[in-house]
């Protein structure tokens, strides 16, 4: 059974760098194929992909947000951490790990964290 | 980037009829190569993350009920619950991953009318 649960600050102020965790479990980041996402939801809003890391350390970034991102995995401590630097209240939002399954372009997330919600206020 | 659009925003059911949503990509989610659509959909119930109902646009996740189904291609695509139950009460969206940035489209909540 895999599972993802997401860890870090609930409240950052503006211009301030968030770093999450996923920690996960029931599956391995060195599997071919398999990647972590990071996903977000402001309030009420729809979801918005950020990131993602494949088991061979290859990255892919939204690109509006590219500049403002870094995701880097821990596979030996089956963790994967997302880096937002600049915060802004219009980040304010859920943040969710998933789980991509390991095949060729089977880029859709079949295994979600719980969430946390950052807010970003001074 | 390929926008998802989906319709309508909100719909409101009676219990045991169907409910129907469509997602429109501004690019076709068709790969030539594979002959794949790269169109999944999901169900959020208010507080939870979403759940995966279906991947390569009508291929059923483990465990989800017959009564929801996926179908189109190309641009074009349908989630069908086809007798609504109390327990589908959700916002879906769908999710183009044909190509980065991934999207979702804007979602659909369902409710019973």
């Known amino acids: 059974q895999i599972t993802l649960k997401e860890s870090g600050p609930t409240l950052v102020k503006p211009t301030q760098t968030l770093t999450l965790t996923c920690t996960f479990s029931?599956?391995?980041?060195?599997?071919?194929?398999?990647?972590v996402a990071w996903i977000r939801q402001p309030p009420g809003k729809a979801l918005e992909w950020l990131t993602l890391i494949y088991w061979d350390d290859d990255k892919r970034y939204r690109p509006s947000l590219e500049s403002r991102i870094t995701i880097v995995k821990d596979t030996s401590k089956n963790h994967v951490v997302l880096v937002m630097t600049n915060m802004d209240p219009v980040d304010t939002a859920t943040y969710y790990c998933?789980?991509?399954?390991?095949?060729?372009?089977?880029?859709?997330?079949?295994?979600w964290g719980q969430g946390t919600l950052v807010t970003v206020s001074s | 980037d390929i926008v998802m659009t989906q319709s309508p925003d909100s719909l409101a059911v009676s219990l045991g009829a169907r409910a129907t949503i469509t997602c429109k990509s501004s690019?076709?989610?068709?790969?030539?190569?594979?002959?794949?659509?790269?169109l999944a959909w999901y169900q959020q119930k208010p507080g939870q993350p979403p759940k995966l109902l279906f991947y390569?646009?009508?291929t059923r996740e483990s465990g989800v009920p017959a009564r929801f189904s996926g179908s189109g291609s190309g641009t074009d695509f349908t989630l069908t619950i086809s007798r609504l139950q109390a327990e589908d009460v959700a916002v879906y969206y769908c999710h183009q991953y044909y190509s980065t940035p991934w999207a979702f489209g804007q979602g659909t909540k369902v409710e019973i009318k």
């Open positions: 029931g599956f391995s980041l060195s599997t071919p194929g398999v990647g």
């Open positions: 390569w646009a009508s």
């Open positions: 690019q076709s989610v068709l790969k030539s190569s594979d002959k794949k659509n790269y």
């Open positions: 998933a789980h991509v399954p390991p095949g060729r372009g089977e880029n859709f997330f079949d295994s």
